[in-house]
């Protein structure tokens, strides 16, 4: 069996959950094993029945009072009798910052580790070999898992699209889970300071990294974006730079965007970046290396120079207006 964590606020989905569950079903199929969904809560939740819509054996709500705000004790526990109760070869999760704070807690107390912020894998004889990026996004290594079951798996945003998520009809069913004493208080959750451009908005996005060089040429960026009736938008570097203003930053501490286009100009991929954007429909990328991570996730890549690129593209776009 396979166990995917469904992570939510209140009932409501975090979308990544769902590329976990394409994730899960992607390796079910490979290695022949069933897939479940979990979802702590403290009551009858209402996602689960959103979730059983899913080609998935069945979803299971691990239930009790204190799962209702997330505390890494709470959920360290109810994980820790779910994982018991279910014997799963695999707990697989997406790499999100809640998952980060509680899913080591829950391997170490197995005795198991976590491979984490996985952005591919093969199954090659019924063992899975994971590949991470490490030095910051340089290489890629390929680890496989030794020891006993369970394997605790999670995977970088963007590594799944949550739409191919295959659907189907599960069975949903309440595990009433015990949860001992929580060390911390929940603070009221963090505001961000509203934005006087609303990218979330925006149909096409042409977005610039590093790979710009200098403020005057995101002049270029911008009749790219006239061109095409885009909105002009940036990586966090920009950003910090003041290059555009910080309402343009799009990623972990800027918007969260799902254009039906996406172009991103000298942007390598960082994960802070990934997750503001990889919902996009199309995501378009040009970047001079070829191993730049935001092609993992590109439907269509360009590898070269942004200059030499970027005036062809607005010329093409100007002779199919007429």
């Known amino acids: 069996m396979i166990l995917v964590f469904i992570e939510h606020k209140n009932c ?7 590329e976990a569950i394409a994730a899960a079903q992607s390796i079910g199929k490979d290695l022949g094993l069933k897939v479940s969904a979990v979802i702590p809560c403290d009551k009858d939740c209402a996602l689960a029945q959103e979730i059983a819509q899913y080609d998935i054996e069945k979803v299971i709500v691990a239930k009790n009072e204190k799962l ?9 526990d109810a994980w820790e009798q779910v994982i018991k109760a279910t014997e799963p070869q695999y707990i697989v999760m997406s790499h999100t910052y809640q998952v980060r704070d509680f899913a080591p807690k829950v391997a170490a107390r ?21 590949t991470r990026r490490i030095f910051l996004g340089k290489l ?26 295959a659907e189907g009809s599960a069975a949903v069913e309440t595990m009433d889970v015990q949860v001992g004493d929580i060390r911390m208080t929940a603070e009221d959750p963090f505001q961000e300071a509203k934005a006087t451009v609303d990218l979330s908005k925006s149909q096409i996005i042409v977005a610039v990294g590093r790979g710009i060089k200098s403020q005057e040429n995101i002049a270029l960026a911008q009749q790219l974006a006239d061109a095409l009736g885009a909105d002009l938008a940036a990586s966090r570097p920009i950003c910090d730079a003041e290059w555009l203003p910080i309402d343009r930053q799009i990623g972990s501490s800027g918007q969260t965007v799902a254009p039906k286009v996406y172009i991103a100009l000298g942007i390598s991929g960082a994960i802070q970046h990934i997750v503001g954007m990889k919902n996009a429909n199309t995501i378009i990328a040009i970047n001079k290396d070829a191993e730049a991570p935001i092609f993992d996730i590109a439907d269509y890549g360009i590898v070269g120079d942004l200059f030499d690129a970027v005036p ?11």
Do not use: C, W
């Open 110 to 130: 197995l005795g198991r580790e976590v491979v984490g912020d996985v952005i591919r894998y093969s199954a090659d004889g019924g063992r899975l070999e994971l």
């Open 68 to 76: 209702g705000t997330y505390t890494p004790d709470a959920y360290a």
């Open 312 to 322: 062809v593209m607005i010329e093409e776009i100007k002779k199919a207006k007429g």
């Open 140 to 165: 890629d290594a390929d680890v496989t898992i030794g020891g006993d079951a369970p394997y605790f798996i999670t995977f970088q945003s963007g590594a799944f699209r949550g739409d191919s998520a």
């Open 12 to 18: 409501v989905l975090n979308k990544t959950s769902l």
